[in-house]
């Protein structure tokens, strides 16, 4: 399968801990995206990537969560001290080029329960 | 007002009908436009991406776009109960997508 994988696909954690998560892109491409997904609603974004650099982190929901994609290649998605409010789907998704507005491509992402 | 605005439905057709499905945003920015089809579990599957106003075509779907309106459909023709997921549609000016909250969509044989 070479489409866009995430781990692990179903987190449970009680309020307060860390959790992180983790994407491979499909590997030719360079963009990486993180959303969240809650319920009845469509996904919203968090932040991306383009190959290790991090172009845009203002929408990361608050400073408790940080994200990283130190080679380029995999990222991973950490929420510190978890609330309930933090409970719903995290999507990753990765894009071809340097160019905006290519489509991209998702993975079928990590649920997080907060008990 | 949210930038992209798409009806929840849900919606319940019979098999073989045509289906429209709809979204109007309110960012002149946006330059790309796509549809996304998502079931229950899973990610976003693409379906359908359009940079233009105008017409695509792929087998039964249809992407319309009219950007003097702001307004964005899908049309889904001979609907299979396969269909039954719920549509994104999502738009993008360079970097970052905004989506549309979905229409669930159930297709009864």
């Known amino acids: 399968d070479t489409g866009v994988s995430q781990d692990p696909r179903h987190k449970i954690t009680k309020r307060g801990q860390n959790v992180t998560f983790r994407c491979d892109p499909i590997s030719e491409h360079n963009r990486l995206y993180w959303y969240r997904q809650t319920l009845g609603q469509g996904p919203e974004f968090l932040t991306y990537?383009?190959?290790?650099?991090?172009?845009?982190k203002s929408r990361l929901l608050s400073d408790r969560f940080s994200a990283e994609r130190p080679k380029g290649s995999f990222s991973t998605l950490e929420i510190q001290r978890t609330e309930q409010g933090d409970s719903a789907m995290y999507l990753c998704?990765?894009?071809?080029?340097?160019?905006?507005?290519?489509?991209?491509?998702f993975g079928d992402g990590t649920r997080l329960s907060i008990l | 007002q949210k930038e992209v605005e798409q009806d929840p439905g849900p919606l319940s057709v019979p098999e073989g009908a045509i289906v429209s499905l709809n979204c109007t945003y309110s960012n002149s920015a946006f330059q790309y436009f796509m549809w996304y089809r998502q079931y229950s579990r899973k990610g976003p599957e693409l379906l359908m991406y359009?940079?233009?106003?105008g017409n695509k075509e792929d087998g039964r779907f249809t992407a319309q776009v009219d950007k003097s309106s702001k307004y964005i459909s899908l049309f889904i023709r001979d609907s299979q109960p396969s269909d039954s997921a719920t549509y994104l549609c999502?738009?993008?000016?360079?970097?970052?997508?905004?989506f549309g909250a979905g229409t669930r969509l159930t297709v009864k044989p």
């Open positions: 998704a990765s894009s071809l080029s340097d160019r905006g507005g290519q489509p991209q491509h």
């Open positions: 990537f383009q190959n290790e650099a991090q172009l845009e």
């Open positions: 359009t940079y233009s106003s």
């Open positions: 999502a738009m993008s000016a360079i970097d970052d997508m905004r």
